[in-house]
């Protein structure tokens, strides 16, 4: 079974700082994607960046970074500079396809609330 | 481009009551096609999942269902609704093909069981 633990329920950071969001995973796959959620009060779930477990360069897009760790099964989140928009509750996702199949699966942690301080 | 749209967006039904809500996508083909429900400090649950007409696979035993009687249309119901379904339920799709890899959600319904 594939689980994803988000062992911080709640983070809270100052603006224009810069805060790191943990996950593990678990999984006996190789072939598999990461990704992180946000979803702000309005509760759309919103994609903030994705990860190919084959690609070894960690995916950045603009203040959002992540630190994946292959062979520790790690996928931490990085926003820098962060912003009072940054608040929401942010999800940690893994995704596997099955063998021979377009589906995959999509199975997330338990969220993160973060909290930016003006 | 593509959009998903679920309805309603709030709910209220008694204890034993019936339940459907609906799911449509607009700008695809053959979607995958998912159903979450968010509890309140569970994160999100996979409870069913298609990847075509007829076609539906349940990750969660419960005392809900799930039917995909065209394309682009996923629905999920309940004969007898119980205290325990309440929550944020989540209609999800993603491409058929793996060139794109996220799922795409729709806004969401709360349903709250009384």
């Known amino acids: 079974a594939q689980t994803v633990t988000q062992s911080q329920p709640e983070m809270s950071v100052q603006e224009a700082e810069t805060v790191t969001l943990s996950c593990t995973y678990d999984?006996?796959?190789?072939?598999?994607?990461l990704f992180w959620y946000k979803q702000p009060p309005s509760r759309q779930m919103i994609l903030v960046i994705r990860?190919?477990?084959?690609?070894?360069q960690n995916a950045t897009e603009n203040r959002f970074s992540v630190n994946f760790q292959k062979a520790a099964k790690s996928f931490s989140l990085k926003i820098s500079d962060s912003q009072l928009g940054d608040a929401a509750m942010y999800f940690c996702?893994?995704?596997?396809?099955?063998?021979?199949?377009?589906?995959?699966?999509?199975?997330f942690g338990r969220g993160t609330q973060l909290t930016v301080w003006p | 481009s593509q959009t998903i749209h679920q309805w309603p967006a709030t709910l209220v039904q008694p204890v034993g009551s019936p339940l459907s809500l609906e799911c449509t996508v607009e700008?695809?083909?053959?979607?995958?096609l998912y159903w979450y429900r968010q509890a309140a400090g569970r994160g999100l649950q996979l409870l069913f999942y298609?990847?075509?007409?007829?076609?539906i696979s349940s990750e969660v035993p419960q005392n809900l269902s799930a039917s995909r009687p065209q394309d682009r249309q996923f629905i999920l119901s309940s004969k007898k609704l119980l205290l325990s379904d309440s929550g944020f339920y989540l209609c999800?799709?993603?491409?058929?093909?793996?060139?794109?890899?996220?799922?795409?959600f729709g806004q969401g319904t709360r349903l709250t069981v009384v």
């Open positions: 700008g695809t083909s053959n979607p995958n």
């Open positions: 990860q190919e477990a084959y690609k070894q």
């Open positions: 999800a799709w993603s491409p058929w093909d793996r060139g794109h890899t996220e799922a795409f």
């Open positions: 999984t006996s796959e190789s072939d598999y994607y």
């Open positions: 996702a893994y995704r596997r396809f099955d063998r021979g199949s377009t589906l995959g699966r999509l199975y």
């Open positions: 298609s990847v075509g007409i007829g076609q």
